[in-house]
C-alpha cells in the first residue's frame, strides 16, 4: 500500500512556481529522501504534505487521506522533525514529550518508551533549551515519534550536527526503517544514500527523476553518488 | 485536553519567567503608590484610594495585554510552533491555551493591588471579594486584545503597539486619572464606545456594592472579550495557513 500518493501537487508563489505538478508515490515502510538544490521545492513539497500550506493546484493522500479536504485526519497520521530544532526551550526533555504526547492523547507510558529508545534518560530532566544541537535534534525526532505517525517527516535532521551527533542520528532512523514511511530532506549526499530506499530529486519546483542511488548513480555514469546528483541537476535529466 | 495540554506548557512558560511575573504582579502596586502619594501632597481631591484602586486594577490589566502578545508572537517566530501547526491542535485550542494561564495572573495582580490598596486606608468589606472576581471578564477582555495583536504582528511590533499604544489608550480612556464627563464631547462619546471606561465603571460599582451598576458596562467588557478572542482565533488561522 502506499503511504503517500501525489496526484499534480502544485504550489504557485505569485509569478513564481514553487512545486509543478508533482506525481510522486512513497511505499508504506519506505524511507524516502528528497534532494535538490536550494530552491527546489523540497521544503514546499513537505509545508504541504505536512498540511503547513495548501496547494494551489492537484492534491496528495497520506495514509489515504486528501490533504486538501481531510487535513485533521492528515496531521494525526504524521510526525514531522523540522528542519530547525523545534523544542520548546523552557521545558525539560521529558516536559517536551508529554506536551506531544498530550496533545496527541497518548498514554504517559509512550514518553518512558522514548526515553528509553532514544537514550535520553540521563537529560530527561534537564531543560531542552539547555542541550547541545545534538541532543536537541534527536529529542525533536523522539517528539515527532509520540504519537506513533505512519509517516514521519525529517527535514534536514543532521543540519549543523558534527560527524558524531550525525552517526548517532543515523543509527537512530536507521532503527527506524521498515517500521514507519520516512520523508527524508537533506542536502547531504552520503546521508541520502546511506540511509534511503529511493531518492527524488527535485529541480525547479518539479521531480526530476526517482530512484535509488544505484540507479542514480548507473544514469549518471559514475560510481559516486555526489557526482551523480551534480550531473543530473546539472543536465537536468 | 489537547488544549489543556497546551495551557499546560503556556503556563509552565509563563512560570519559568518569574521576572515578567513579578513585573506584571507589582506593576499595580507602584501606580498605586504613586498616585496615592501624589494625593497625599495635593490639596484636591483627585486620587481618591475607593475611586482610583478599581481603575488601577483595571489599568494594570493592561500589561497583560503587552505580556499575551508577546507570548503568542514570539511563539509565532519559533519552530516549535511550526511542529505544533502540523499536530491536530486547531486555533481555537491555540488561543484558550494562552488564555486560561494568564486568567489566575490577572486575579493574583488585582489582589496584589486591592491588598496594597487596603493598607493605604482602602475600607474592608465583603464588596472586595466581588471586585476581585468581577475582574476575571476583564481580563479575558484584556489578554484577548493581546493575543489578537500578537497573532497580527511580529514580537518586536507588539511591544511598541501593546507597550505604548494600547497601555496609553487604556489609560487616557478608562476614566481612571481623570472624571470623564469633565472632558466631555467626543472624547467621552468614544470612550463609551471603547471598553476601558465601562470596565473601570463595572470595578466602581461592585466594590461600592452596587450590583446593578454592573450592567450595562458588563456587556461590554463581555462583549469585546468574545468579539477579540473570535477575531483572535480567525486572524491566528489565517497566519497558520501563511
Excluded at chain 1, 532514544?118 to 515519534?145: E, H, P, T, V
Excluded at chain 2, 490589566?61 to 502540523?86: E, G, H, N, P, V
Amino acid at each position: 500500500m502506499a503511504a503517500i500518493i501525489t496526484k499534480g501537487l502544485t504550489k504557485q508563489y505569485k509569478d513564481v512556481t514553487a512545486v509543478d505538478q508533482l506525481d510522486l508515490t512513497i511505499e508504506d515502510g519506505e524511507l524516502f529522501a528528497l534532494l535538490g538544490v536550494n530552491g527546489a521545492g523540497k521544503t514546499t513539497t513537505i509545508k504541504m504534505l505536512t498540511c503547513l500550506c495548501g496547494p494551489t493546484g492537484g492534491d496528495a493522500l497520506v495514509k489515504g487521506y486528501s490533504i486538501m479536504t481531510q487535513a485533521q485526519d492528515v496531521k494525526k497520521m504524521i510526525g514531522v522533525s523540522p528542519q530547525e530544532t523545534a523544542v520548546a526551550p523552557n521545558l525539560t526533555v521529558r516536559e517536551n514529550l508529554e506536551l506531544m504526547a498530550g496533545i496527541y492523547g497518548c498514554d504517559k507510558d509512550r514518553v518512558t518508551e522514548l526515553i528509553e529508545q532514544f537514550d535520553l534518560n540521563a537529560i530527561a530532566g534537564k531543560r531542552a533549551g539547555k542541550l547541545s544541537g545534538g541532543w536537541q535534534r534527536r529529542l525533536s525526532i523522539a517528539m515527532a515519534l509520540v504519537s506513533e505517525p505512519g509517516v514521519l517527516f525529517l527535514d534536514e535532521p543532521t543540519l549543523g550536527l558534527d560527524v558524531i551527533a550525525r552517526s548517532e542520528l543515523w543509527d537512530h532512523i536507521r532503527a527506524l526503517k521498515g517500521h514507519i514511511t520516512i520523508i527524508l530532506t537533506t542536502h547531504y549526499m552520503e546521508e541520502a544514500e546511506s540511509l534511503s530506499d529511493r531518492i527524488g530529486i527535485m529541480k525547479n519546483g518539479r521531480l526530476l527523476r526517482v530512484g535509488t542511488a544505484e540507479e542514480m548513480k548507473a544514469a549518471a555514469g559514475t560510481d559516486k553518488f555526489e557526482e551523480a546528483f551534480i550531473k543530473l541537476v546539472k543536465e537536468g535529466r | 485536553m489537547r488544549m489543556l495540554t497546551f495551557a499546560g506548557r503556556t503556563s509552565k512558560e509563563i512560570l519559568r519567567d518569574p521576572l515578567t511575573v513579578a513585573f506584571g504582579l507589582g506593576f499595580p502596586l507602584v501606580v498605586l503608590l504613586l498616585l496615592s502619594a501624589i494625593q497625599g501632597n495635593i490639596p484636591v481631591s483627585l486620587f481618591e484610594i475607593q475611586s482610583l484602586t478599581p481603575g488601577i486594577a483595571v489599568f494594570g490589566l493592561s500589561f497583560m495585554t503587552l505580556f499575551s502578545a508577546q507570548l503568542i508572537a514570539k511563539d509565532r517566530s519559533s519552530s516549535l510552533i511550526q511542529r505544533l501547526y502540523t499536530t491536530p491542535l486547531t486555533a481555537g485550542d491555540y488561543i484558550l491555551g494562552y488564555t486560561l494561564p494568564l486568567v489566575p495572573i490577572s486575579v493574583l495582580q488585582s489582589v496584589v493591588c486591592y491588598l496594597a490598596a487596603i493598607l493605604l486606608g482602602l475600607e474592608v468589606t465583603v464588596h472586595l471579594m466581588g471586585a476581585m472576581i468581577m475582574i476575571i471578564p476583564v481580563s479575558v477582555f484584556y489578554i484577548a486584545l493581546g493575543l489578537l495583536c500578537g497573532s497580527l504582528f511580529n514580537d518586536k511590533q507588539v511591544g511598541g503597539i501593546c507597550g505604548a499604544l494600547l497601555t496609553n489608550l487604556s489609560a487616557w480612556l478608562s476614566g481612571t486619572w481623570f472624571d470623564l464627563n469633565l472632558v466631555g464631547g467626543a472624547f467621552k462619546k468614544i470612550a463609551s464606545l471603547l471598553p476601558f471606561m465601562h470596565a473601570v465603571e463595572m470595578e466602581r460599582a461592585v466594590l461600592m456594592g452596587d450590583w446593578s451598576g454592573v450592567f450595562p458596562h458588563l456587556w461590554w467588557v463581555l462583549g469585546y472579550g468574545f468579539a477579540l478572542s473570535l477575531l483572535a482565533v480567525i486572524v491566528f488561522t489565517k497566519k497558520m495557513k501563511k
